[in-house]
């Protein structure tokens, strides 16, 4: 086999990736980062481009106070007691920097952060997710301490003393050995396009809807499985609710329930408190007839999307004629096929529960999370979305340590290997704050850059 040496091997040239690469490449490191297939980006360049950050001046701007404080509360509330402390503190503790980080590369941030789930500010900040990683992009191969290798897949991890040493790599019909000075840093993603995977961890989500990178076959993991890496989060994988069932593109879920729609499942009957994580929603929607169910709203919910917010962006679909309109809740009924008299039945209900200010069947209290407050379901026209729960992003896989540093099955670390982004563990637990997973590719990203070169 061919030989080469580095310091560091990056594996997967998504968010993670750039944002690791970048990390150790300022500090001297010499950094190959492998991208599988023919265009980097992964999951991280097709994604809905929402970012948990706190504490921003984007957040100052729009006079929304926020914090790490707050920021951790809300994760670990969201969490439900399933993640892992020392992650979701190493996600705060480095998500204000990594944003600054970003803005100091060039990536544009959109003018308002928007709520969404598990928020109880607005915290959603919004890129262009193909732009970002064309920026990254043009920033590492820019880099004299970075190589991009395209079509080049690693293969095994390879362990010598003790301690990650080399990766195989196959590329171009060739297998190379890459020899490693200080280790590697597994950024493969997440496994998605990996029925096998999915079926064995999480079978009640086959019926969901599957994207994510076209690369993202679950490589990471396996390869840290074999040199014993332990895993977490399994039990949690879930689809996100919002997918139209018939739009097979990668645009994002539409989430009209935080501006207020309610969902109903094909017998026009609420099933969910609709202001919950858009994971926990996805779960109870694939439990319903057919996965299949509806989002109801009437005019001024949909004059509160906001455009430019990829899981708000109502007109688009609109256009698209992925969006019911009627002009009254019957004739909506008649177009979706709904009962009209149990439709009618379900939305009075539901506007006497928020003129009461409780919802005595589902406990619902906000729009989405502990914010905004409910509003009725009155003024024509309505409108339905048809829903159903498509699988994004697998949120599971290894652990780590808070400097990313991949812990084997007895919790003791894998001496040279790092892991960062959706391929690692402990940040989200039973469900999902809006913005994490492309956050702890960035934030993380970063710290397993800085811990391979052995900075704090
Ligand atoms: C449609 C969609 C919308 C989403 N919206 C959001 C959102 O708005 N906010 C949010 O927080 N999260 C969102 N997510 C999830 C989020 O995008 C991902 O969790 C995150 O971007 C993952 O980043 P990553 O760098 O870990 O992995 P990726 O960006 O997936 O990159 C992994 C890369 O590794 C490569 N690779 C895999 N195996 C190998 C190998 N053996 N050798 C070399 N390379 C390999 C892959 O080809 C890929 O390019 C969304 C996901 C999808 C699919």
């Known amino acids: 086999m061919p030989e080469m040496e580095t310091d560091i091997v990056v594996i997967g040239a998504g968010a993670a990736g750039f944002a690791a690469?970048?990390?150790?490449?300022?500090r001297g490191a010499e950094v190959l980062l492998l991208e599988k297939?023919?265009?980097?980006?992964?999951?991280?360049?097709?994604c809905g481009g929402l970012l948990a950050?706190?504490?921003t001046d984007i957040q100052h701007r729009n006079g929304i106070g926020d914090s790490n404080d707050l920021l951790y509360r809300d994760l670990m509330v969201v969490g439900q007691g399933a993640s892992d402390p020392a992650i979701v503190r190493a996600y705060v503790d480095n998500q204000?920097?990594?944003?600054?980080?970003?803005?100091a590369r060039g990536v544009p941030f959109g003018p308002k952060p928007d709520a969404s789930s598990g928020q109880t500010v607005p915290r959603c900040h919004v890129v262009?997710?193909?732009?970002?990683?064309q920026t990254l992009a043009v920033h590492a191969k820019a880099h004299r301490n970075i190589t991009i290798a395209t079509n080049a897949e690693a293969k095994r991890l390879i362990r010598t003393d003790n301690r990650v040493s080399a990766v195989w790599v196959f590329q171009d019909g060739e297998m190379f050995d890459v020899a490693v000075r200080r280790g590697a840093i597994v950024t493969a993603g997440g496994f998605t396009r990996n029925p096998g995977l999915v079926g064995t961890f999480a079978p009640a989500v086959a019926r969901a809807w599957v994207t994510g990178g076209e690369g993202n076959t679950g490589d990471g993991l396996l390869m840290a499985w074999q040199l014993g890496a332990g895993v977490g989060d399994v039990a949690y994988i879930q689809g996100t609710f919002g997918k139209h069932p018939t739009d097979h593109s990668n645009r994002h879920?539409?989430?009209?329930?935080?501006k207020g729609a309610i969902a109903v499942n094909e017998s026009a009957q609420r099933y969910v408190d609709e202001s919950l994580s858009y994971k926990l929603l996805g779960t109870a929607c694939l439990v319903q007839s057919g996965a299949h169910t509806w989002q109801i709203f009437d005019r001024p919910i949909y004059e509160a999307h906001e455009e430019g917010v990829s899981i708000f962006d109502v007109r688009h679909r609109h256009q698209a004629g992925s969006l019911i309109e009627a002009a009254t809740l019957e004739e909506l009924a008649g177009k979706t096929g709904l009962d009209p008299a149990a439709l009618r039945a379900t939305v009075a209900r539901y506007n006497g529960h928020v003129a009461n200010g409780s919802d005595p069947d589902f406990g619902r209290k906000h729009l989405v999370h502990n914010h905004g407050a409910l509003v009725p379901i009155a003024t024509g026209p309505f409108y339905a979305h048809a829903s159903t729960a498509a699988l994004y992003g697998t949120y599971c896989g290894l652990t780590v340590t808070p400097r990313m540093q991949v812990l084997d099955v007895f919790r003791e670390p894998i001496l040279g290997l790092w892991a960062a982004g959706e391929v690692t563990a402990g940040l989200h637990g039973a469900a999902y704050m809006t913005g994490s997973a492309f956050g702890k590719a960035l934030i993380f990203g970063r710290v397993a850059g800085r811990a391979a070169v052995g900075a704090v």
């Open 253 to 258: 879920s539409l989430l009209s329930v935080y």
């Open 37 to 46: 297939t023919a265009e980097p980006g992964g999951s991280s360049r097709i």
């Open 96 to 103: 204000l920097d990594t944003y600054h980080w970003l803005v």
């Open 21 to 26: 690469a970048l990390t150790a490449a300022d």
């Open 128 to 133: 262009d997710p193909d732009a970002l990683i």
């Open 53 to 55: 950050f706190a504490g």
